[in-house]
């Protein structure tokens, strides 16, 4: 019986992959078919007074709305211009490479600052916040740091601390044994009070210490945690209408998308101040916390209360974040030879971390004492109904126990990783006119590309190298925390590019191979039984593609030379952008439908994030290189597998293999007649 429940799980997942699908020539996944400009919704989230009426049974638990609490952005206008963070300061597998004929050798890279409501700022400043307005003529419009679908954001932060971190009462102690969320409203860089859950405290209950937290008084200028109290965590939720308006059900996978960007969007921007961010919703495929847990912390099981226009238009909690503002790091090089395939190096994170076994799976969110502040403004008066959607999110959902889980929890290894065997990068990072900061700041997405620009093969491969899990662990622990190999998580997509203009480098279609095989050269079998080794894409790909290794130090294949221009535009829907670029690319799972099945429905989220979270890295490499990157989520699924793998026929199972995001970097070209203001003063940049 338990299989068969989890075989109709699985399939009620393919079959809204399928449904979602776009097919060439003309049939495109459901939407309404035209944008209904005057119920486009609000892309920002506030919360309102209650409002007692017949449709809405707010609960005794909710209470008045707090005033939002600025945190300061002018400052922050003027002063990232000035800053100089290189990228090889935020990649400590950079320094290995100056310091490789050193097996001693131990750097900091950045030293951690300070837990605080300006370095909170800083945090969601260089990662959630608003990065310009671009006006034309009388319409003017927001961006963003962090990229989205059609620039809709369904992706809403909420901050959870042990402390209302918005108040200065100098009698009131740091730590009062409740859990307090925040919104993050980026339209004007604020936070808001959301909920306070009464005698809880998440990060007591989620994570065990050595020592003893310290009590202590707050300020705007002291520390707001001390000494182990460095944890806090970052909801990060999507409302599914804000994509759903224009994109109808294909929305889901978009949000998904967004959802990855924004993970690493945060990730790069902690790692600014030298603090750690990782996702810690799971290991071993067992859930940790579910994501009602979270939902009733921070207030999102409102909506139910509300009336049906609010369900149509509900949020929904899609990952936890771990903030650690205190990480204590050494990067050392180890056994270093001259052969510069075998190069290793160590990641090596000391931490006393551990999560809290004896507690994780007991807690039921029925028994909190949530107080709720206020009420969600309502994004859009009329709604189209896509029940589908719902349904999907709702399958997806994490719940304890996993539905798949034989592990018992105290079998469970549940000690943050505290070293990363790794294989030192070959290109190193030169200094860019931009800092990081900047080049954050101003990311955008490109609308159209020159179509003759080349860029630089060491470019090109530098960019690669960055989506590599064991040759840049200090990137992709983000995603898993847990496992040193990235067997889980980190590695469950694969890349098709579509070489067309680097220097030095054919023309042609080419294959990036992620998993760890890449680094031991061993490609006979996978550690994991899910992943798919290099042997096996190539024996499922057949002989009809040339499979050469074209660098040394990357999995990097030539499959097939020439003009691939035509091919990687067709695919995108018909899009220029996928033939003007200096590569295009198609990111695609392995083994899909397993992954599924063994893993459990929520993995079909988190095979989009990582997508996403490779799109990030994209993006802000091609910023670097004076480039700029698109990501696009319009392409044709099928597409790529009848005909670049048309060979392809894999144990009847159709979905081995499934096209997830295709995302393209060039030379753009900029529009003239748009003026670029600054989003909080308003200024000419």
Not at 623 to 641: M, Q
């Amino acid at each position: 019986m338990k299989k068969q429940v989890m075989t109709s799980i699985k399939q009620k997942v393919l079959d809204f992959h399928d449904l979602t699908k776009h097919y060439y020539p003309n049939k495109y996944a459901p939407s309404k078919g035209y944008l209904d400009w005057a119920n486009q919704p609000n892309p920002y989230r506030y919360f309102i007074p209650s409002k007692s009426n017949n449709n809405s049974t707010i609960s005794n638990n909710n209470t008045a709305v707090q005033p939002l609490f600025t945190l300061h952005p002018e400052r922050l206008e003027e002063e990232y211009k000035t800053k100089n963070t290189q990228f090889y300061q935020i990649y400590p597998e950079q320094q290995l490479i100056l310091f490789n004929n050193n097996n001693n050798t131990e750097k900091v890279i950045i030293e951690p600052k300070e837990l605080t409501v300006e370095s909170i700022s800083e945090l969601m400043y260089y990662s959630m916040s608003l990065s310009a307005t671009k006006k034309y003529k009388t319409n003017s419009w927001n961006l963003r740091v962090n990229p989205s679908s059609g620039n809709l954001h369904p992706c809403q932060c909420y901050l959870i601390f042990d402390k209302d971190i918005t108040t200065t009462n100098n009698n009131k102690s740091i730590d009062d044994d409740n859990t307090y969320s925040f919104c993050y409203n980026p339209e004007i860089h604020a936070l808001q009070l959301r909920s306070k859950t009464l005698g809880f405290s998440l990060r007591k209950e989620f994570l065990l210490s050595s020592q003893q937290s310290n009590q202590s008084i707050i300020t705007e200028q002291q520390p707001i945690i001390e000494n182990n109290n460095n944890i806090f965590f970052i909801s990060i939720s999507c409302t599914y209408y804000r994509e759903t308006w224009k994109y109808g059900i294909r929305s889901f996978r978009y949000s998904q998308l967004d959802t990855g960007h924004a993970i690493n969007s945060i990730r790069y921007s902690a790692s600014l101040l030298g603090w750690d961010c990782t996702v810690c919703d799971g290991i071993n495929g067992n859930t940790l916390i579910s994501d009602k847990f979270i939902e009733k912390i921070i207030g999102l099981d409102q909506f139910e209360e509300l009336n049906e226009e609010y369900k149509q238009e509900r949020e929904y909690h899609e990952v936890l974040l771990m903030i650690n503002t205190k990480p204590n790091r050494n990067f050392k090089v180890n056994n270093v030879e001259n052969n510069n395939d075998k190069r290793k190096g160590i990641l090596e994170i000391k931490s006393d971390l551990k999560l809290n076994k004896e507690e994780l799976w007991l807690i039921d969110e029925k028994n909190l004492n949530v107080v709720k502040f206020g009420q969600p403004n309502l994004l859009c008066d009329n709604h189209q109904d896509w029940p589908q959607i719902h349904e999907i999110s709702n399958i997806c959902k994490k719940t304890i126990p996993n539905y798949n889980n034989t592990l018992q929890t105290n079998n469970l290894n549940i000690s943050f990783i505290n070293n990363y065997l790794f294989k030192i990068p070959n290109h190193f990072e030169k200094e860019s006119k931009l800092s990081v900061e900047q080049i954050i700041r101003t990311r955008r997405s490109a609308q159209d590309f020159d179509n003759y620009t080349f860029m630089e093969k060491e470019e090109f491969f530098s960019m690669l190298e960055k989506l590599l899990p064991m040759h840049y662990p200090s990137i992709w622990r983000c995603l898993n925390p847990f496992d040193k190999e990235f067997i889980e998580k980190g590695s469950m997509m694969h890349l098709l590019l579509f070489v067309h203009r680097v220097n030095g480098l054919e023309s042609g279609l080419y294959f990036l191979y992620r998993g760890d095989d890449a680094v031991v050269g061993k490609e006979e079998e996978s550690k994991d039984k899910l992943r798919l080794s290099l042997k096996e894409i190539k024996d499922d790909w057949g002989d009809s593609f040339e499979w050469e290794k074209v660098d040394s130090s990357l999995p990097l294949y030539r499959l097939v030379k020439g003009n691939t221009q035509q091919f990687a535009k067709l695919s995108s829907c018909i899009q220029d952008i996928g033939a003007t670029s200096c590569f295009c690319v198609s990111m695609f799972a392995t083994n899909f439908e397993k992954y599924l099945e063994e893993k459990g429905p929520h993995v079909y989220k988190e095979m989009y994030w990582e997508a996403g979270f490779i799109g990030q890295i994209l993006y802000l490499e091609a910023e670097r290189f004076t480039l700029r990157g698109t990501g696009i989520g319009c392409y044709f699924d099928d597409l790529v597998h009848e005909n670049v793998l048309e060979e392809v026929a894999i144990d009847n199972n159709e979905h081995k293999y499934q096209t997830l995001y295709h995302f393209t970097v060039g030379k753009a070209l900029e529009d003239k007649r748009l003026r670029t203001l600054s989003p909080y003063s308003q200024h000419s940049l």
